[in-house]
């Protein structure tokens, strides 16, 4: 006999094993489809993240950026915006570093800033230099082709007029993307 006591029907419990046996799969397979989909939502979440926004969430986070040429910067993130990253390097010496020129970041955790606002999104490169243009404030000026000493005059919408400290009263003009960053002395 098979025993299911000559009726032809299987007992009762091995119904509920095997109903039992498929709902079991079934909730692994969600469980994994569920994994699957956080993982995929996750890695399309990291794909939009921006530089600018890992750096905005980095302030008051100590950096070491390295710019074209390898010149490292060394300092803690005060500010930061779409164009460029402020550094405290101490000693009361700061560094404007546009992020065009930003070829690597040490310490940069993986927590980033909400995207920037439309007013925050405004403050570009030329109007950072200006603020130092206005405060007449002595300057060094590493650029791809060397580094320059003085003070910034006029900032135009894509490059800056530096009044030399040497030879005094001559000044030059360096477009914005050549600069890879306008330290304070």
Same mark, same amino acid.
Request: aromatic share 4%.
């Given at each position: 006999?098979?025993?299911?006591?000559?009726?032809?029907?299987?007992?009762?419990?091995?119904?509920?094993? &095997?109903?039992?046996? =498929?709902?079991?799969?079934?909730?692994?397979? $969600?469980?994994?489809?569920?994994?699957?989909? %956080?993982?995929?939502? #996750?890695?399309?979440?990291?794909? $939009?993240?921006?530089? !600018?926004? $890992?750096?905005?969430?980095?302030?008051?986070?100590?950096?070491?950026?390295?710019?074209?040429?390898?010149? *490292? &910067?060394?300092? =803690?993130? #005060?500010?930061?915006?779409?164009?460029?990253?402020? =550094?405290?390097?101490?000693?009361?010496?700061?560094?404007?570093?546009?992020?065009?020129?930003? $070829?690597?970041?040490?310490?940069?955790?993986?927590?980033?800033?909400? *995207?920037?606002?439309?007013?925050?999104?405004?403050?570009?490169?030329?109007?950072?230099?200006?603020? &130092?243009?206005?405060?007449?404030?002595?300057?060094?000026?590493? !650029?791809?082709?060397?580094?320059?000493?003085?003070?910034?005059?006029? %900032?135009?919408?894509?490059?800056?007029?530096? !009044? &030399?400290?040497?030879?005094?009263?001559?000044?030059? !003009?360096?477009?914005?993307?050549? =600069?890879?960053?306008?330290?304070?002395?």
């Amino acid at each position: 006999m098979d025993g299911d006591g000559g009726t032809g029907r299987a007992p009762a419990g091995r119904w509920e094993q &095997l109903f039992s046996d =498929l709902e079991a799969q079934l909730a692994a397979g $969600r469980a994994d489809e569920a994994r699957w989909d %956080v993982a995929e939502l #996750t890695r399309a979440e990291r794909a $939009r993240v921006t530089l !600018t926004d $890992r750096l905005r969430g980095a302030i008051g986070t100590r950096l070491r950026v390295v710019t074209a040429h390898g010149e *490292p &910067l060394e300092g =803690l993130v #005060t500010e930061a915006a779409a164009q460029w990253l402020l =550094l405290d390097l101490g000693a009361g010496r700061r560094a404007v570093v546009p992020t065009a020129a930003v $070829r690597s970041v040490d310490g940069l955790g993986p927590r980033a800033a909400p *995207p920037a606002g439309r007013l925050e999104s405004a403050l570009g490169l030329g109007h950072v230099l200006r603020a &130092l243009a206005r405060d007449r404030v002595v300057v060094t000026v590493r !650029t791809d082709a060397g580094t320059l000493a003085g003070r910034l005059d006029r %900032v135009g919408a894509d490059h800056v007029d530096l !009044t &030399l400290e040497a030879p005094a009263g001559r000044w030059t !003009t360096v477009p914005f993307a050549a =600069l890879l960053a306008v330290v304070s002395r």
